[in-house]
């Protein structure tokens, strides 16, 4: 077990991943510390913790945004260390150096690695300046007057992105050159409205690309090795919602190439803790650099699947200045392993969140299981809609669909419209299935959205139950005069 | 008896006969997790939500709601018009656009609701007289009634 010169770790984050971490935190022998939000009720990651702040804000968002007030927590508790989990502050590098200054451990890479990949312009020309692989792309402050005619003379498709963007937010997609001005103009505006930055760049569109990415591990002084890709190609709304290692598309060459890629990346930047490299896939085999993640990512247990190794605890022993537990050439990976991000959302009506609460949660036994709330909770619109992550690994890719599929028809989840029943069809799909993916898939085939007319014998059997255990219709049952019922004997 | 049962967006007729019995006569019974429909038993898990059933069954999620005949009826003579303004998705209002008792024609911005960081416009439906149901900074689940649209005659 590694000796730590922390204690105890403080969780700053909520749902599901802050129990999955505070599981490891507890396992490595470590006080596990929270800070958590009224409006979650109860959570997985509060019976976990051995102590729990709770945080107050304007909104339940702002409260898990305020790092002043998550670090006097984490003074009030004795907290040793930090680790931000995914989303609100963990890629904050202002954040990171507070928690520094006040001499918490900060589990995440430094704060300059934070600031260089969080900016998508200095991310893609460090990356470049070092001989990978991006796209061709225009930069608009290199020549802000003539960035529209340097943006065709890379020719349509085009792609425009915020420079401050993440998750899909303000990008646009042209196809007809004759429509960029006003499609950067909607971009810019979008930018200054999500991320209070207007700047914008232009790269090549790669049609019907894949997203594949993949884990890195850095020991913060230029040591760093590659724990293999996933592939997150099954998209809606640029919101990745099921992921997979390994890749169905590359063979071991290009499987070589493309991790070597990301290694050679979290290298360069004196890279540490856990990352990802993340990469757009096109047809003919070429990729190009997208961003990288400087955090753990949602998912990171597909990951885990197949190489046996537990992150978080090396998040934890990095932090605590260990060196890379293993060499390159010692990591191995068996099987397939494939996770679905359970959302609470109705796909029928476009994917919007739902709410609602959660009357029986009953996970299925033989898969991994990540949720971040309970039975007898409810699913509120105050943060992001998704509840849960599960998680199967089988010998190959058909047996690890087989047994996602087993796994989705046993999970109970009742109370909230959840993408349960869409993430069943969209994994019987034959393209998804023979594992011909692309991150339009899912908008492509948006007729997998619409739930099915149930059979005749299901509408029996819900009938049948409707009968038994609603009283609006037991009670009409029983108002019916005997002679109606005496009457069915009579035909017989 | 009359009636029916939205599943989903199916609408099925309920034929049901005291006993329990499905209108061809099976006998229908329910035993911790199992129903039994005929002597044939299917493993099921439900909850009630109000109105609302959620079933586990044949492993698929189900949700039914009981609609009464008389409402189902007169719902649908009504043409389905629809005056009132129902959030499309949870979220929080940003700003109000129309005011209390304006006179607003279809198509008129009324108000602007974010959810997902997204800002939508919702607009009137209808001409009328619009009545608001919520103030801006105020949160709502979908298919809260924001506002609804009074006719004029």
Request: with cysteine; hydrophobic share 45%; glycine share 10%.
């Amino acid at each position: 077990m590694t000796d730590y010169p922390f204690g105890s770790v403080l969780v700053a984050n909520r749902g599901e991943i802050a129990a999955r971490i505070l599981r490891t935190v507890k396992a490595e022998g470590l006080r596990a510390l929270l800070v958590a939000h009224p409006v979650d009720g109860w959570t997985p990651a509060m019976a976990l913790a051995d102590e729990t702040v709770m945080l107050e804000g304007d909104t339940p968002v702002a409260a898990f945004l305020d790092g002043a007030a998550i670090i006097a927590a984490a003074k009030a508790m004795g907290a040793g260390a930090i680790h931000p989990g995914y989303g609100f502050l963990s890629e904050n590098a202002a954040f990171a150096r507070a928690v520094e200054a006040a001499g918490i451990v900060w589990i995440g890479p430094a704060p300059e690695t934070i600031d260089l990949m969080g900016d998508k312009i200095s991310a893609r020309r460090f990356v470049a300046e070092r001989g990978f692989p991006v796209a061709p792309s225009v930069i608009e402050e290199d020549d802000p007057g003539n960035f529209a005619a340097h943006a065709r003379a890379v020719g349509a498709p085009l792609l425009i992105k915020p420079s401050a963007g993440g998750g899909g937010k303000g990008m646009r997609i042209v196809r007809d050159l004759d429509t960029l001005e006003e499609e950067i103009a909607t971009a810019r505006s979008e930018g200054e409205r999500y991320f209070g930055d207007g700047r914008l760049f232009i790269e090549r569109y790669v049609e019907n690309p894949r997203h594949i990415e993949v884990q890195v591990l850095g020991d913060g002084k230029g040591g760093a090795l590659h724990l293999f890709e996933r592939e997150c190609s099954l998209q809606r709304r640029f919101q990745k919602i099921v992921e997979e290692a390994p890749s169905p598309a590359l063979d071991e060459t290009e499987r070589q190439r493309i991790c070597e890629a990301a290694a050679g990346i979290a290298r360069a930047c004196d890279y540490r803790g856990a990352g990802t490299v993340e990469f757009i896939y096109g047809g003919g085999g070429e990729f190009y650099f997208l961003e990288m993640n400087t955090r753990l990512q949602v998912e990171h247990p597909v990951t885990e699947m197949i190489t046996g190794v537990d992150l978080v605890e090396q998040q934890l022993a990095i932090a605590a200045g260990n060196p890379l537990p293993v060499a390159q050439d010692g990591l191995m990976r068996a099987g397939h392993a494939i996770e679905v991000r359970i959302y609470a959302e109705d796909p029928a009506a476009g994917f919007t969140p739902t709410t609602g609460p959660v009357l029986r949660l009953v996970p299925p036994a033989g898969a991994r299981f990540d949720a971040g709330l309970i039975e007898g909770e409810r699913v509120h619109a105050a943060f992001d809609p998704m509840i849960a992550k599960l998680i199967v690994h089988g010998a190959d890719r058909a047996a690890a669909l087989a047994a996602m599929d087993g796994a989705l028809a046993r999970l109970t989840l009742l109370g909230v419209t959840t993408n349960i029943n869409y993430l069943r069809r969209l994994l019987a799909d034959p393209d998804v299935a023979a594992g011909r993916m692309h991150t339009g898939l899912i908008a492509e085939k948006a007729g997998l959205a619409a739930e099915p007319p149930p059979s005749t014998e299901t509408i029996d059997a819900l009938t049948a139950l409707a009968a038994l255990v609603i009283p609006d219709v037991g009670a009409a049952l029983d108002a019916v005069p005997d002679r109606h019922a005496a009457m069915g004997r009579w035909r017989n | 008896m009359q009636g029916y049962l939205r599943i989903g967006e199916t609408i099925a007729p309920l034929a049901l006969s005291k006993g329990p019995r499905l209108a061809d006569g099976r006998l229908v019974s329910l035993e911790a997790d199992w129903l039994d429909i005929g002597g044939e038993r299917w493993p099921i898990a439900y909850a009630r939500d109000g109105d609302r059933l959620w079933v586990h069954l044949g492993g698929q999620i189900h949700e039914l709601a009981w609609v009464d005949p008389v409402a189902f009826h007169e719902a649908a003579a009504a043409g389905g018009s629809n005056n009132i303004v129902a959030a499309p998705m949870p979220g929080v209002v940003v700003r109000l656009i129309a005011s209390e008792g304006q006179d607003v024609a279809e198509g008129d911005p009324l108000l602007v609701i974010e959810s997902m960081k997204l800002e939508t416009t919702l607009r009137a439906p209808a001409d009328g007289i619009l009545a608001l149901h919520v103030a801006a900074g105020q949160g709502f689940d979908r298919g809260a009634p924001l506002a609804t649209i009074t006719p004029k005659d």
